[in-house]
């Protein structure tokens, strides 16, 4: 692939990120910032986590973790639940609240997206669909994919 090639698929790429953003963007429920949909995306995907956990799967650190938990909690979209054998371990879990809003969150982001890949002619969706399998294998091979950063883990169901 020449330096023009790289450059035209560069920029493609940047356009279609604006697109991906703006969808992104558009989906997200009223009730929560990016920042707070995202740390509730991986609640949802982990079945919960300590905040420790949370905080490094997020790249923050564990006191901005606690305050977006404890404005999730007031919120009533997270719970903290503190282990029977353990109290100082305490296990964030989402809220029936909050799994809904994951969920329908999800859900109107994958109908957006839909709408996009509808407007794609048939004859072309299989190319497309190779093309983002092997961008996105490239990703898994960086060393640091950072567009992964405190995301769930490729599964393919609605969470992507």
């Known amino acids: ?13 940047l ?17 929560v910032t990016l920042s707070q949909f995202r740390t509730l ?11 420790s956990d949370l905080a490094d799967a997020l790249e923050v650190s564990p006191s901005t973790a606690t305050r977006m938990c404890d404005r999730l909690v007031r919120a009533g979209l997270v719970d903290r639940v503190t282990s029977e054998d353990d109290r100082r371990q305490v296990r ?8 809904k809003l994951v969920r329908d ?25 190779r093309g983002l399998r ?14 992964a950063h405190g995301w ?4 393919r169901k609605a969470t992507t």
């Open 1 to 13: 692939m020449g330096v023009t090639d790289m450059e035209d698929v560069t920029d493609a790429l």
């Open 15 to 31: 356009e279609a990120s604006k697109a991906l953003v703006g969808i992104a963007l558009r989906t997200l429920p009223e009730r």
């Open 41 to 51: 995306a991986l609640l949802e995907s982990a079945g919960g986590m300590r905040s």
């Open 92 to 99: 964030l879990t989402l809220t029936p609240t909050g799994a």
């Open 105 to 129: 969150g999800l859900a109107g982001r994958r109908r957006a997206l839909s709408r996009l890949v509808g407007q794609i002619a048939d004859e072309d969706r299989m190319a497309f669909v």
């Open 134 to 147: 092997v961008f996105e294998g490239a990703g898994r091979a960086d060393r640091d994919p950072a567009w």
């Open 152 to 155: 769930p883990d490729g599964s």
